[in-house]
């Protein structure tokens, strides 16, 4: 299943793609929240997908938001993909580097990245999403974690280079600013995708390609990922892990380049979707 939400802002509603069309579930469902999945929301929807009850459609112009509600929180794992560390001079982590960033940054897949006031360095990434399923605390293995997961998304966790590494202190002022969080298009349920540690991901600024990677180059999977995680925090049913980026990112490129108004983002994870989102300053 390939779960959207649309609507304005803070107006979003709950949808599908079925069989390539836009339907709407907002009279069956609240939202694509903490409560839905929480509570056996996609076998619930499974059912109602299976007895064939009319859906309908959602208009064509209609926004596309975030494919989930405003998670609880937004969890990210540093220097994740071996390319990527090497790219930026760093040693492979022997263990997963987390930092969070705020969930108001969440937005839709074709919002506009906003370029904060001051800044100089703002910087792409285009990673794979996690949307954890159900409540996930001190987890016994690796391969149980993969029952804790709805599903995968593409995240797009847009960065400024100096307010993270040049202001002191940690990374999440540099990570936290408005819109630094397009997800989408839509959370594709785990069932519908093959192997996730093996899919093709791009980006592209202004129609040059930047990034284009593979989550197979991974040093913590998914599964790593999400049982490491519950050893130290509940993960909530809802939340988002942003799981690293592939080489490409500006900061990483001889002489760094970063976004400036004006500059398109496209980018894409195979069997995922794809995002655009246009750079304006705030």
């Known amino acids: 299943m390939k779960l959207l939400r649309f609507g304005n ?77 090497k790219e930026s001079g760093m040693a492979i982590p022997q263990e997963p580097i987390v930092f969070q960033k705020g969930s108001n940054t969440v937005v839709g897949p074709y919002d506009h990245i906003l370029i904060p006031r001051g800044s100089e360095k703002t910087d792409w990434e285009v990673e794979l999403g996690i949307v954890i399923g159900k409540d996930a605390r001190y987890l016994s293995s690796i391969e149980e974690a993969e029952d804790y997961i709805a599903g995968y998304c593409i995240s797009n966790d847009v960065s400024e280079r100096a307010f993270q590494l040049e202001k002191g202190g940690q990374w999440t002022k540099g990570k936290s600013c408005d819109h630094f969080n397009p997800l989408g298009p839509w959370l594709v349920t785990k069932d519908e995708i093959e192997d996730v540690h093996n899919l093709p991901m791009t980006l592209s600024v202004n129609g040059q390609q930047m990034q284009n990677g593979s989550s197979r180059t991974m040093i913590f999977n998914c599964f790593h990922v999400v049982h490491y995680l519950s050893q130290f925090m509940t993960l909530e049913a809802g939340d988002l892990i942003s799981t690293g980026t592939p080489p490409g990112v500006g900061m990483g490129m001889k002489p760094p380049q970063y976004l400036k108004e004006g500059d398109v983002v496209e980018l894409s994870i195979e069997g995922l979707g794809s995002q655009r989102q246009v750079c304006v300053n705030a």
């Open 9 to 85: 802002p803070g107006e979003e509603k709950p949808g599908i793609l079925l069989n390539g069309k836009r339907k709407d579930l907002s009279h069956h469902f609240t939202d694509w929240n903490r409560s839905f999945f929480q509570n056996d929301g996609l076998k619930k929807l499974e059912t109602l997908l299976k007895s064939g009850t009319t859906l309908p459609d959602i208009s064509d112009n209609a926004r596309l938001g975030s494919c989930i509600a405003r998670p609880g929180k937004v969890i990210c794992i540093g220097l994740n993909y071996s390319d990527h560390a």
